[in-house]
């Protein structure tokens, strides 16, 4: 049996277990004040962490940087965030530590190996101009003139064009 699916059938009952034990230590509405409090620290979180990340990504691609490491850690926020707003304390722990910039960069180390980020930014920059294509032909204004179509009953109609099946 493979890991993840063992992890994801033993999940709830970790969350089961941690909510019976917490509520017999403080009580049910503590227990209840709690999840509600991790939830919203979930989307606060999201909110002030996601805005700096992508404030990040956009000054690294700006310069040319390989923008790996900040997604990484944007996905990361989002999967911590998810784990705080999801009611249960063993995936708040972990939300918790993801939040954290070091528990993010000892999980890039670890992933960084294992990916490879490719774009067309990485070899050449921004570009406007569109690529070559060997099937355009390029024509200055003097060397293009456009002819009324017979068959439209309006020639300065952008759809002009044959008609089928109408005569």
Do not use: Y
């Not at 998810?82 to 960069?105: A, E, S, T």
């Not at 406007?128 to 309006?154: C, G, H, I, K, Y």
């Amino acid at each position: 049996m493979r890991l993840p699916l063992v992890l994801f059938l033993i999940a709830p009952l970790v969350e089961i277990a941690s909510f019976i034990i917490v509520g017999q230590a403080i009580g049910v509405l503590p227990t209840l004040g709690l999840i509600v409090l991790s939830g919203v620290a979930g989307v606060a979180l999201l909110r002030v962490q996601g805005a700096g990340i992508l404030r990040r990504l956009q000054s690294e691609s700006q310069k040319g940087v390989d923008p790996g490491r900040e997604l990484v850690h944007a996905a990361l926020l989002v999967v911590a965030a998810f784990l705080l707003i999801v009611p249960g304390f063993f995936g708040d722990i972990i939300g918790i530590l993801l939040f954290l910039p070091f528990v993010r960069d000892f999980a890039w180390r670890m992933i960084k190996p294992r990916i490879v980020v490719r774009s067309a930014f990485a070899d050449r920059g921004f570009s406007t101009a569109r690529p070559a294509d060997d099937n355009v032909v390029d024509l200055d204004d003097d060397e293009f003139q456009r002819e009324p179509n017979p068959n439209s009953a309006d020639p300065d109609s952008p759809w002009r064009g044959p008609r089928i099946g109408r005569d």
